[in-house]
C-alpha cells in the first residue's frame, strides 16, 4: 500500500524569481483529476477532517503554511508545510486535517478523483471500521 510522503518539486531557480511545476504521474504518482485550493481561512479554523476511499492528493501550500494531520489508524503524524516547492502526497484510506493556517496561506490540492461526496468518509469510527475490516 502506498505511504504518505512529501515529495520536492522541480525548483527552476532565476534571478527574475523562481519557478516549480507538477506533473501528473511524473513528480506525483497520480494522474491528475481536479484541483482546488483553500484560502482566506480565518485564524483557528480547522479543514478537511475526512479520509477518502479512492482519491489520492497532494497538498502544496502556495503561499503562508499550515499542518496536515495524518492519520492511518494506528498512528498520526503531522506535516508543516511551508514552502511551494515541496507538498505532501496522501494515498486513499487516509484520515487527515489541516490546521494551523497562517494569515493569507495558500493550500493547493491535486487530486485524483473529481468532486464526489460519495468518496468521502466523515466518521471517524466508520474510517476506523474499514481500517480494521
Ligand atoms: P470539503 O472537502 O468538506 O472541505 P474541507 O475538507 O476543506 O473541509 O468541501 C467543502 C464543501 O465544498 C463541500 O460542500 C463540498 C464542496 N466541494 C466541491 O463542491 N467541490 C470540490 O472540489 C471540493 C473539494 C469541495
Given at each position: 500500500m502506498n505511504k504518505p510522503k512529501i515529495i520536492n518539486l522541480p525548483k527552476i531557480l532565476d534571478k527574475r524569481g523562481n519557478l516549480s511545476f507538477i506533473e501528473g504521474g511524473n513528480h506525483i504518482p497520480f494522474n491528475i483529476?481536479?484541483?482546488?485550493?483553500?484560502y482566506d481561512v480565518p485564524g483557528g479554523e480547522q479543514r478537511g477532517g475526512h479520509a477518502f476511499k479512492l482519491q489520492h492528493?497532494?497538498?502544496?501550500?502556495?503561499?503562508?503554511s499550515?499542518?496536515?494531520?495524518?492519520d492511518n489508524g494506528n498512528e498520526r503524524k503531522?506535516?508543516?508545510l511551508n514552502r511551494s516547492y515541496f507538498g505532501l502526497y496522501i494515498?486513499?484510506?487516509?484520515?487527515?486535517?489541516m490546521e494551523n493556517f497562517s494569515t493569507n496561506s495558500l493550500a493547493l490540492v491535486v487530486a485524483s478523483t473529481k468532486?464526489?461526496?460519495?468518496?468521502y468518509i466523515r466518521n471517524y469510527?466508520?474510517?476506523?471500521?474499514?481500517?480494521?475490516e
Open positions: 483529476e481536479r484541483t482546488y485550493w483553500i492528493e497532494f497538498i502544496v501550500a502556495m503561499s503562508g499550515f499542518d496536515v494531520v495524518i503531522v506535516y508543516h494515498p486513499n484510506g487516509i484520515w487527515r486535517q468532486y464526489n461526496e460519495a468518496d469510527e466508520q474510517f476506523e471500521n474499514l481500517i480494521n
